[in-house]
């Protein structure tokens, strides 16, 4: 046996060296490096736990935090010798810390399976992200509310399956998207609380006969708890399925943004423009300019959905406990993780840096009856059961456009002809500008509620910040 | 304009009947007048605030609650009639309230669209689901716990990769999935939480110009709260998605169990037998007794993920507010809901009477050199290293292959041979039947561990039930 | 045991009754009965096979086909007498089989099982439903065609990113999705090539001891080859999944058309209106116009993607051989080939009915800056490196949109001071008429390419129809 | 303006610098430079046919291929200077062109657009690709081959549901792999076929001004025809998303292989082994062996069916043409072809590598009745009906499991008792080594059937090597 293969931690059972294409197809160092923060956390936390117990000496504990700290130097630096041949990045770093700790270096994985050991790193990357992820959200949700503020009695039209139906607030738009982060957020902050588990001391499957403390170890890493069960920890990967599972209800809540904001800047329509500093050109058409940022946030929606479809389909037909199958979450993980922070820094760029183009808004306001419920919802104030209102109403906009009107511009007559419980104030309620006044109630479009909702909102990224 | 046509309560601004491709084509009723129940509760409650609020005479709302509990009677006795060409279920119900209760149930719809009506409609579903689905799991749960009780102490070889590892209690391994279903709870009974805002009142985007009182309507239908902002709730299918995704979650711990049991029923292994009742056979093969239930729960796990996907993808690229490609949600949403009760159903047969052929077990005991962990583990109690000892163990395990032995079988000289540091009281240590003594710690397979959970899980049980 | 459970054809072996949960959760005659055609066309075969081969006798097999003869009126008019107990449609066709036909009836299972019976059931469903897809596409291919030449001079605003990029005529537009679904109909040609092998006679896994001829009764029922091997045959659903991946690409080409018609005819675009006989209302705001078919085109999108998901997922982590997961499969194809189907129905009426409205397109062409690369190219063939005559041209665009003119607006004096190369003809490059005149070369959106495609479809369909 | 933005190619429009976030957001040459030596191939076919079209001279056309010649040459010794800033491989490339041959260098855009030049780069590297993967089935299928034709005559206990079915030559277990890896291998060859056309000179999605030639690039190139419609080409991704659901495929049969590999090596089973060079060890536990190369194969099948629908749920929900959405469709392809190909090289070396451990497959024999249809089948012969012959051999099994006897242990008189119809020769039907001997049709697993198959297959992969 030569000295590579000398390497591997498990050889001593083995007869043979690996096949190098074996070797290759197995490796993941180069994905899983990026562990390495949490790896060497995890070890410190296993290392003081061991010493504790009485497991290691204070002096083997001592040698093993010093080369700790000397590998972190190292992986920052970028000097850290990754080796794939040692597999995966805990054994790169257990290697080296027998290189630099001797043999002291050797008893770091007492009563520490990579199993657990992999568990817990993926764990700690996962609850850190989700700390990102909402801080991320709160900053959106400032812009948002900014932007209501300022646009909150500023009015377009409306849509259902994109045709015109009734005037929207900007202000009350924006806030709908506040909504949803809104419930990202709380999605996040559920998660945190759900998996406050640490599955360090549960071994390969079965826990350790040794005297491990595993309830020192999560408290030390900032958990609510040990596993209950060594069994169910090993193999469980709930937390990162469930991270990416709320990753792609995240970017789909943002892909309806881009969505819109596409169409609202697509050329035909152009109710808005995004400064050019967030947009990019075209190599062949010399007038482009295309926003691409916007283009990409939906596309890489689809990749996380990829992404949780694929890790929920690697679980699926696995049995119970450790498989290496599993390996293949990281590159899931860390590709949605990286889709979920690029697209969560570049939506607030958008949000604050969109302009009306109000002259654009105003014309398309003109179009698509966008006062006509409110006139059937009149006409019931009126007596008339709203069934027969909306028809009467249906057959006031059929006259319309034959003749080529806007409800406005109906004289009262003839809006009397159709509809005769109207009075002299129905030209009122035909105006755009009531839309806002007429609202009252919590939750509608109106200015009042509006109001209210930018006072919670306000109150609470108060509170969050 | 005939008869037929006539029906459609939008028909007032249409020149031309619809296309009968595309009337059937966009009709759902034979799909959703499942929400039948819950589209009728939300009328109860709309017309209950509208009478209220002074929006209709209390005279009407008696005439559209008599109407409407005659309707919920035709429903549930099959008396119905359906009418595909009425589109959907809010549609033929409304046309049906106008047939009873005459310009009375021209009345019901003020105030309300079809898009907060959905809304409601499948939002209710989808909380009444999460709490059967509850129910359920609390059923799997005592099950388990019952037999966990019954086998703390009998032991098989647990696995890691199929590869025997270390010996594993059927306790222990049945109160893993304790553990998981118990996220699985802890997930629904959050997304009741999460998701408890009554869409009521919402409109078609806006909300109304009508003195509604949304809060009224979400507290008669048992929600925490009413909307937050109009145009958010037309659009949002966060909690169906979510559901949807708490599903596959779900699925994916029964699919592992499923996974586990085929593999432990096969003929080659044969460590359990099911009851023959839960059994089918071949038409073929006259011998045959396979085990249907645990693969088509494997299988509908792949259907669950397959619908969850279906939803994702249907919301990416929709902007915001109502589309009719919501539409397609319910399918998805029915068969996903059909599936998991099914196989929540079926999960506590299997568990419940599942039995161990104890022979073939302890046969396979004896292979895989279960307790080579702990024997290395008992090397580190000794002094050495980890690492050195897991390396010796290697070997003494490479030793066995070649000669055929057991490393119970192994002389006391022998295994100071190549372990130096062995004492007599290792052959205690290689005994299968120390493996739940020797363990302590929170969560271990140890005994102490096994009836620790027992008594969480007794007592959480106790508490729900 | 009693009459209920003697009815299993496999009940031989058991000692005891399915359990009714059990029972509830295997059977799939509710779904698989659409099987029911292929069941009785395959059976005849069978038994003609049978036959021939001296298994039964001619009188048996007279008996055999009449009862099918009789079996298939029964479910045509509705009276075949489903029993759930029976599991599946196969053996609910076998048991009433034996009730007519007695002792003959029970021969009809020689040499055969339900693995090979249900794989060809299912492969003869999917090789019909590519007959009937590529009939479909055929007639959408007709009505592109027409339409392509009634408007193959007819421009407006072709998009990238939905930013005005260059003129493009209808003509070539249409004919863009002709090419997309000629793809699609060549995958499903290779598909009925590829999958022409009859799986009758595979058994349950390993073929028959009886002298079976399975190229006798593969020739009968229309296929190309018998089974080359019979463990493979009984566990295939590669045809299955093929065709719903066809089917996903099939859609997705029909949701890109439904995208763009639906930005194409939304309110604030309106360059395209569809009849009121393909469109619906809004329940809530009278003057709602939605054109839902297309909404739900891409709904179903959605729908097929999440299916062809469950297939794949489905198959994923099975070991070879028949496993009854794959009963999952048939709710999966069946909801796929009626979406298919129906989608296919409706698009032929959107592509026959829009109307342009060619003011607003009139308009919308002078916006964007269609023939900015027309005029770089323009400036090549004055000698000038492409990359300089993009950015000339940009440069000229910056100073339009500052100036708020059109580049036809510009005086041949400002275009040579930025783009000095200018002759007086550049006049008449910028004429957007010149569009269609100025491309020749195969493939372009010129009107000689047109008429090419034009032309060569004109044959292909001709060929086909 | 500073020099940086300078660079782009496309900045003559814009008025301000790219947001250094958005810059990062939207730049993708880290991942596709990948493209690069397709890049190269396309620019040189598509300066050649601009020189015969005078568009270029032939001294910028030699300059331009000699600035290639230097590109290609940095790039493959890693001289190549990437910026980021760039965005793409594409404009890097382009760039540095006019880095190295200046003026001429900006001449190499004329007549395209990066919309045709990246579609052209995607469909090289996926033609590409196919072949090559085509290349490594077929070793595969050497493998296959050569093992089956030694392994013809050994049987080992085929399933069905896991569960005991009918023997199984080895042989003909492993030729089934070899027509599931066949169908792959023409959906290959009919992939290459039906997207052999170039998309080069349809520009950004209307062809071109200039005399261009696309036949002639697309001759250089070794494709079968250019593009019959620019607008369609621009957009089309079907090839990329037809090559993952080929992967798709593909990857699912080898899944199953690794699925049942799994299975046969499992501790508790233990009819084969695999040599040490292929397995792994544990960390933790001394004594383990692990397959982790065939669960790498299944998780890495989870992989590519994320990827495969991924790039569906990109696609869905655009409009026609390009997006920039698109650009994520590189990193779920190049994962994909990643996946594929180190699946394609690891699973040779299994089939190649696993020994049979004859011992526990012999004792395996004797369990699970593997004969019993064969007996129902003889009865058969004895004129029985198959249905009353399945209960009668069904009731002999029930009889057999009670007293713990196997069918070929039971007495004449007691076969005879339950089955009269036997006769003294029942006792060859019952031994096991009639079995291959047996069967005499096409596709079944006898011997005749088996050893036509192999000459079949020695045939095609003779033609192909």
């Known amino acids: 046996m030569n000295e590579k293969q000398k390497k591997k931690p498990w050889a001593g059972r083995f007869k043979s060296e690996l ?19 949490y790896d060497i956390q995890g070890s410190r936390a296993h290392v003081r ?27 920052e630096s970028g000097q850290f010798p990754y080796r794939d041949e040692l597999e995966d990045i805990h054994m790169n770093i257990e290697y080296r810390l027998q290189e630099i700790a001797g043999e002291a270096g050797g008893r770091i994985h007492t009563g520490r399976s990579r199993n657990d050991q992999v568990a817990l790193d993926l764990k700690m990357l996962c609850l850190q992200t989700a700390i990102g992820w909402r801080a991320q959200i709160l900053e959106i949700q400032k812009v948002l509310l900014e932007r209501a503020q300022e646009l909150k009695t500023s009015l377009f039209p409306g849509w ?41 001391g549960a071994g390969a499957l079965a826990g350790s006969t040794l005297p491990l403390d595993p309830e020192r170890s999560a408290q030390e890493l900032g958990f609510a708890a040990s596993f209950a069960n060594s069994y ?39 109710w808005i423009e995004l400064p050019d500093s ?42 119970t406990s450790y498989h290496r199958d599993l390996q293949q979450d990281k590159e899931h993980l860390f590709a949605t993780i990286d889709a979920v922070i690029g697209t969560l820094e570049v939506i607030p760029l958008v949000v604050s840096g969109f302009q009306i183009n109000q002259e654009r808004v105003q014309n398309a306001m003109k179009q698509g009856f966008l006062m006509a419920t409110d006139l059937a919802e009149y006409l019931v104030t009126r ?11 249906g057959k006031l906009v059929a006259y319309c456009l034959e003749e080529g009107l806007t409800l406005e511009q109906l004289s009262l007559e003839k809006l009397q002809e159709l509809a005769p419980e109207c009075g002299p104030e129905v030209r009122e309620v ?19 509620s509006i109001e209210q909702q930018i006072a919670h909102w306000g109150e609470r990224i108060g509170a969050l910040s």
Chains 1, 2, 3, 4 share one sequence.
């Open 19 to 37: 096949d190098p294409i074996v070797q290759k197809y197995t490796r993941s160092v180069h994905v899983d490096r990026r562990l390495a923060p």
């Open 49 to 75: 736990m061991l010493a504790a117990q009485g497991l290691v000496t204070s002096r083997d504990e001592e040698q093993i935090l010093r080369a700790l700290g000397q590998i972190e130097e190292e992986i």
């Open 160 to 200: 259902t399956h994109l045709q015109a139906a009734q005037p929207l607030s900007w202000g009350h738009y924006l806030l709908a998207f506040g909504e949803m982060l809104g419930r990202d957020d709380r999605r996040l902050a559920f998660f945190q609380e759900l998996h406050s588990t640490s599955p360090l």
């Open 430 to 448: 035909l105006k755009l500008e009531s839309f806002l006044r007429r609202r009252w109630h919590k939750g509608s479009s109106g200015l009042v």
């Open 232 to 270: 169910d920890v090993v193999g469980d990967r709930d937390f990162l399925l469930e991270l990416l599972q709320i990753a792609c209800q995240l970017m789909l809540h943002l892909s309806r943004l881009a969505e819109d904001f596409l169409y609202f800047s697509s050329t035909a329509v152009n």
């Open 278 to 319: 967030l947009c990019t050109g075209s190599s062949m058409m010399p007038q482009k300019k295309n926003l691409d940022v916007l283009e990409l946030a939906r596309g890489k929606t689809a990749s996380v959905l990829g992404h949780a479809t694929a890790v929920a389909c690697l679980i699926k037909g696995l049995p």
């Open 383 to 393: 007596g008339t059961p709203f069934r027969v209102a909306h028809e009467r109403v």
